[in-house]
């Protein structure tokens, strides 16, 4: 919100400097985010009178003699195409500094001698989004009581300081001049002072021209009044001043009087030309699925069920609270006027602004609020305006559908509430000063008072918010400051601190490299790679496709990570992410879905670089479960490994389910080449882990085992079996066993070659074996492998080597 102080001081006594004000605002809850000048850098720009011009003979160029106040004419040669003798100008003489710092000096163009430069107001800095259109490739053109030689800085309020409010949702009343004026007078103790026009109608009736109907429950209430023989030009240069200074360009008078209410009231208003009505009925609905729309940026917009429109015979003729369509905007020719002031949904508003990437003044305000209880008086008051700058017949009555509450809303406290919760000891004079200052009624007492709060402070509903104001208004440099009262103790690191601690330090230690990848995917992408079925959770606004749902796995993001390094030769990937996965086993539109922290890691390319000693080494799936198996064992948890062919994204011979306590904790393998292929990566491995259910089997009771006195005693055991046979296949049988002394199974190797048959293997175990309250004897062990052979035998068919 862009505040021009002169226009503040109008309506509000206040002599500080803006600095001041500034600081104030910002310490009573409004910020600041700072004070501009339009004449900020400008020096020696003085009113000129072009008293005679002559083109220049084969150029664009044109000899003026220019009267700027000395005893002699200036000639100056001038470029511009709306140069013409009779006009008042912006000179820019000798010495004079403009926009970027840029000094002006006399020179010669053409041959012929230049004293000065004629201006537009691009070359004073001001940007050209809000300079009149009439002056956007041309020259800016004066008042013609303009003096030569004056500053031209009064004529176009470049004297004036711009205040920049930096606006939160819960502070929308000061989106407007009088809601601004009404906080600076809040904070100083002053009244304000707001101009009332005197509405003058005639004896024609609008209802008898025009109708208004609402059709869509966001649509709160519709109101219209009817101006006939409007004479459209362009508005007093106070107001075009006023405008551009709050970042508006201007148009002409009747749209320049809309954006004044707009800034005036915070009330947003559009004015529609009655003659390109095909019907004289107005109604506020719902864009019915297909419809089309070209606004007034000359953008066709394809509208959905959720948009708001205003249409007349039965065509949309502008977007509800956002713009207004080409079809019914305001020209020159215009003679008849509709000036519409409604409150719509702010919901539906946002909603179609951000689908259609437009916002607007208008769309900004109603999405944070607007004041009920001034939209008859800011309709009164353009209509009002159009009677004095357009020469318009306003008719009588405004025509109108819907309602919306006007009255104060009433908040009740006592002095206790407050002064417990500000730690102060207030008096009941005190609150009734704060709330005379705010405008706000009061009545009561001490024991309970009740506050009548208007409705242009809508963000004031409980009791919270009233202490908040008193806070606000008393003064929170001048609240009591005290220490909290609580004994000091140690800090501790939350159970899943430390486990995600733990897992960096062990994935870290393992060559990963940790990165940060989105939450946010696309529909494919988050239903791979899950192991368990889930309901999409879909962005009611997104930026993007790519980024339109949560989601449901984190390594689709970890492969987006692969294929941008890869494809910038980076091909020796290992990365891990520590993040959340979003499950949704309801309703999407109505539940919210559940939250899991989980591990995953991703490794491609090669563990080890070829060099003069070594070969090179390719990960395979093989290393990928040593990370994982590392994991757990320094988390002194006890997994399973399932062969998983389920899992469509990942290659169905070199994928695992991994069980913790018989409960499904993650898997771990090779992404299915096609998978890899469709995202543009190598052969590529990955884990990916629940968090949550580690954490949980870590908080499990632990039982302490005694360390025996009494040696352990190994024993190997290679076995020739059919290639199908699987590690998992034979710790199950081994296991099958019962051997109570057993206690560690390794492998520790696998070959299939020269002197093994076609379709097996050979497989080496190493067996432990303890007793915790005595020596083992050979005999002892011996029965326990002899034991163990009969089982592998029996159920595997294997043969001992």
Excluded at 87 to 108: C, Q
Excluded at 137 to 142: W, Y
Excluded at 472 to 501: C, D, H, S, V, W
Excluded at 537 to 551: F, H, I, Q, Y
Aim: glycine content about 6%; hydrophobic content about 40%.
């Amino acid at each position: 919100m862009l505040v021009s102080y002169k226009w503040l001081k109008e309506l509000v006594d206040v002599d500080v400097t803006t600095h001041e004000l500034s600081e104030k605002m910002s310490t009573t809850g409004i910020e600041v985010e700072g004070v501009s000048s339009p004449s900020e850098g400008l020096t020696k720009l003085v009113v000129g009178h072009v008293v005679s011009c002559e083109d220049v003979p084969e150029t664009h160029l044109h000899l003026c003699q220019v009267d700027t106040g000395d005893d002699e004419l200036r000639q100056i040669v001038c470029g511009a195409p709306n140069v013409t003798a009779g006009i008042k100008v912006i000179v820019a003489v000798p010495g004079a500094r403009i926009a970027d710092n840029y000094k002006i000096k006399k020179g010669k163009i053409r041959g012929m001698e230049s004293l000065g430069m004629i201006c537009s107001l691009q070359e004073l800095g001001l940007p050209e989004s809000i300079i009149p259109k009439e002056f956007s490739d041309g020259i800016q053109i004066l008042p013609e009581d303009a003096k030569p030689g004056d500053s031209i800085f009064p004529y176009l309020d470049l004297d004036d300081e711009i205040v920049e409010l930096s606006i939160t949702p819960n502070r929308a009343d000061a989106l407007s001049m009088r809601g601004v004026a009404h906080e600076v007078a809040a904070i100083y103790g002053k009244e304000v002072h707001f101009p009332e026009k005197e509405l003058k109608e005639v004896s024609k009736a609008a209802k008898d021209v025009i109708d208004v109907a609402i059709e869509s429950d966001k649509v709160l209430t519709y109101k219209a009044r009817v101006v006939e023989n409007v004479t459209v030009k362009p508005s007093p240069q106070w107001l075009q001043n006023l405008l551009m200074n709050a970042g508006i360009r201007p148009i002409n008078n009747v749209v320049d009087v809309t954006n004044y209410v707009l800034l005036y009231f915070g009330q947003p208003m559009h004015a529609f030309d009655l003659n390109k009505f095909e019907d004289n009925k107005i109604v506020a609905r719902n864009a019915r699925a297909g419809e089309k729309l070209v606004t007034l940026d000359g953008e066709e917009r394809e509208l959905t069920e959720e948009d708001l429109v205003i249409t007349v015979a039965d065509k949309p003729v502008a977007l509800a609270g956002v713009m207004g369509g080409q079809d019914t905007e305001i020209d020159n020719n215009s003679k008849n006027v509709v000036l519409e002031a409604a409150v719509f949904d702010g919901t539906s508003i946002r909603r179609t602004g951000a689908r259609l990437n437009l916002r607007s003044e208008s769309s900004a305000r109603f999405e944070k609020g607007i004041n009920y209880a001034t939209v008859d008086e800011a309709l009164d008051f353009a209509a009002a305006m159009l009677t004095e700058l357009a020469e318009g017949d306003v008719l009588s009555g405004r025509v109108e559908a819907g309602s919306v509450p006007t009255d104060d809303v009433e908040v009740s406290t006592t002095l206790d509430y407050v002064n417990v919760r500000l730690g102060t000891e207030l008096t009941y004079a005190d609150i009734e000063d704060v709330f005379a200052k705010l405008g706000f009624g009061l009545s009561g007492n001490a024991d309970k008072f009740t506050v009548s709060v208007p409705r242009r402070r809508w963000d004031i509903a409980i009791q919270a918010d009233l202490v908040e104001e008193i806070a606000r208004i008393y003064g929170y440099e001048n609240l009591p400051t005290t220490l909290p009262e609580a004994a000091g103790t140690a800090g501790e690191l939350t159970a899943t601190q430390k486990l995600r601690r733990k897992m960096r330090s062990i994935a870290e230690g393992a060559g990963l490299t940790e990165i940060v990848s989105y939450a946010l995917t696309t529909p494919e992408k988050a239903t791979e790679f899950t192991l368990q079925p889930s309901n999409l959770t879909e962005l009611m606004w997104p930026m993007s496709v790519e980024r339109s749902v949560l989601r449901q796995n984190v390594v689709s993001g970890m492969l987006d990570t692969i294929a941008y390094n890869v494809a910038r030769k980076n091909s020796n990937m290992a990365i891990y992410e520590i993040g959340k996965v979003f499950e949704q086993k309801g309703n999407p539109k109505e539940d919210l879905p559940n939250e899991v922290s989980t591990f995953a890691f991703a490794i491609s390319g090669l563990v080890a670089e070829k060099d003069f000693q070594t070969k090179a080494i390719p990960v395979d799936f093989f290393y990928a479960k040593g990370i994982v198996e590392a994991i757990f064992n320094k988390l002194d948890l006890t997994v399973d490994y399932v062969a998983e062919k389920g899992l469509e994204s990942m290659h169905p011979g070199r994928t695992a389910s991994i069980y913790l306590d018989g409960q499904l904790v993650g898997f771990v393998g090779q992404v299915h080449p096609q998978t890899a292929k469709n995202y543009n990566v190598p052969e590529t491995y990955v884990a990916e882990l629940n968090l949550d259910v580690i954490e949980a089997a870590l908080q499990a009771d632990k039982a302490f085992v005694e360390i025996t006195k009494f040696p352990a005693v190994s024993r190997d055991i290679a076995l020739l079996l059919p290639k199908a046979t699987t590690h998992k296949d034979i710790v199950t049988a081994i296991e099958s066993a019962k051997v109570k002394r057993l206690t560690d199974i390794k492998l520790f190797d696998v070959y299939a070659g020269a002197n093994i048959a076609e379709g097996m293997k050979s497989m080496a175990y190493s067996l432990t074996f303890q007793n915790p309250n005595d020596n083992l004897t050979d005999e002892e062990v011996t029965k326990y492998m002899d034991k163990i052979t009969k089982v592998l035998v029996e159920q595997l068919g294997a043969e001992v080597r």
